[in-house]
C-alpha cells in the first residue's frame, strides 16, 4: 500500500472518530473504566504478592545437620546418666550408637567445612533461594534470646553442664511455596541432613493465596476484555452505519476489503489509545489517594509505589486499547462486508 | 437536442466484454430471476436493458458486477470468469468498470472535487494524479467550474453528472447505468445519455437500465429486453426493434 493511502486512511478514522465524538467519548468512558478496574487489580496483586513474599521470607525451613558434636554430646549425656544409675562401664564403653541407631562414623558433618558444603549442597536446588548456616552456638544463642525472662536459664545450664544441645543447622530459604513439599522431599533425601523443622500450614497457606490471586486476576482481565472488545464494536458498528454510503461506494468502485477496514481500525485504536492515557492518570490519582488513606489508616509503609507500576501499566492499556480496538472493528467490519457489505446496489 | 441524439453512432464492436452462458438465478426463496439467459456484449457497445419491474434487470446487472453468483451458467465480464471467481478477485472486477446509480450515491459531507477523487483513494491512487483526473473528468461531464460546490448545492442533474464523472475518472473499460435519468428531468435525461454516448464513442462499453422509452427510441443503440427472466428481444446487429 503506498503511503499516501495509509495517510489518507489514517485520515479517514481520525476524521470518523471526531464525526462519531459523542460515540467514541461513550466508548472512551466505558474502557477507561476497564482499565482502571484492570489496573487496580494488577496494583492489588502486586501489593498482595508483596506482602506474600515478606511472609514467604519469614517461612524459613530449618535443617538439622547429622553433626558430630552433637553426638558427642548425646554420648556424654548417656554417660553421665550411667554413672549416676551405677550401670556397669562396660555397657556405657560397649555404646557405639546413639539413641537414634546411628553411630559415630554416621555423622557426616565433623566442621564448619562440611556444614558449608551441605548449605551449598541445599542452596543448589531449583526452588532454595538463600541458605544460612547457623552454628550450634547461634542456634542456642537465638533460642535463648527468644525465650521469656527466666526461661532462658534452661538452656544456660543445659549448656553449662553437659554442652550444646543444638546441632548445626541450616536456615533454608525457597522461591515458590507452592513447590514446598517437593522440595522438603529433596532436602530430607540427603544423607548429612538429621531431621526438618517447617511450617507447612503456612506454606500451603500462602501457595493457596498466590493461586487465587492469579486465578481471580485471569478471570477479572478476562471478562474486562470481553466488555472492552463489546464496547468498541458496539461504536464501530454505530460508525459503520452512519457510512454506509461511504462503504457501499467503495466496494463499487473496487475496493478491498481491507482497505474499507482500515479507517475503522484506526477509529478504534485511536479510541483504545485515548483510554489508555486517560486510564493511566486517573488510575494515579485513585492510588495515591488509596495508598495516602491505607499509609496513614495502618501506618504501614509495605505499598508498591505508583512510579514503580506506571511503565506497565501504561503497557497494559495501550495493549487492551490496541487489541480491543483493532478485534472489535475487525470483528465488525468483517461480518458487515460477509453479509451486507457487497450489496451496494441494493444500498 | 437533435445534434444530440444525432451522435448515436455505435462503436466498431469487436471481441465480447460480457458473455452470459446458459445464465440461470434463483434466489433462496425460490424466485427465478433470470432463465437460461444467452448472451454476449461486445466491448465497445453501448446497450439499453429495458423491462418492466421484476423482469429480471437488477439480477442481469449484479450477476455483471459479481454482487450476486449465477446458480448455473457461465459469466465472462471483462477478461474474468466470474463462475467460479474468489472473492478477494471481485475489487479487481470492480475497477475495470464505473458505476452509476440512479440515487447519484454523492457522499453529502465532501464536495463535488472530493467525491469524484473518492473513487480514486479507495483503489490506491494518490496525489497529483488524483488532482489531474478528477480535473479531466468533471471538465467532461461539464462541472469543471463546480469542483468546491456541495452536493446539496447542485440540482438533480448535475449531481448525476457528478456520479458519471466519479464512474469515469478510474477510466474503465465498461460502464454501468442503473436508470441513471430515473431522478433527473427530461432535458437532463437526454443531456445524460448524449454524455454516455460520448463517452462511448472514445471506446467505452455502455450498459444501462432505463424504463424511458424516449430515450430507447430516440438513440439508436442495441436494447436488450426482459421479461420473466428471460431475453425476450434484442436488437443485436440492428436486426430486431
Redesign the interface.
Known sequence: ?????IK?LTGEGVKSAW?NRLMSLASIGVLVACMVIIGLAILISENVNVAVGKLEQQNVVMVYMKDYSWALYNKQEAETEDTTSKETDSETEKKETDENGIGEDDYLIHNDEEANALCDKIEKLENVSEVEFVSSEEGLKTIKESMLEGQEEYFTFLDEEYGNPLPNAAKVHMKDMAKFDETIKQIKKMDEVSSIQSQDDLAETIAAIKDGIGVAGIWIISILMIIALVIVSNTIRVTMYNRK??I??????????A??RIPFVVEGVIIGLISAVIAEVLLYFCYRIATETIISALGTSDIVKYGDMAWILLLVFIGIGIIAGVLGSVIIITKYLKHEG?????? | MEEQLLSSESFAPSKPIIEFRGVSKTYPGGTHALKDVNIKINKGEFVFVVGSSGAGK?TF??LI?R?EKANTGIIKVNGFNLTNMK??Q??????TM??V?QDF?L?P?MNVFQNVA??M????E??SHIRREVSKALSKVGLGDKARSMPNQLSGGEQQRVGLA?ALV?SPDLIIA?EPTGNVDPNMSYEIVNMLTEINKQGTTILMVTHDHNLVRDFKHRVIMLDGGMIVADNAGGDAE
Open positions: 500500500m503506498k503511503l499516501g493511502s489518507y464525526v454510503l461511504d457501499s461506494i467503495m466496494k463499487a468502485v473496487g475496493a478491498t476489503d482497505f474499507v457487497s450489496e451496494f446496489s441494493a444500498f | 437488477s446487472m449484479k458486477m454482487e472473492r478477494k471481485v475489487p479487481l472486477l470492480r475497477r464505473g458505476i446509480f450515491r457522499i459531507t473518492f473513487a483513494y479507495v483503489v490506491g494518490t496525489g466519479r478510474n442503473d
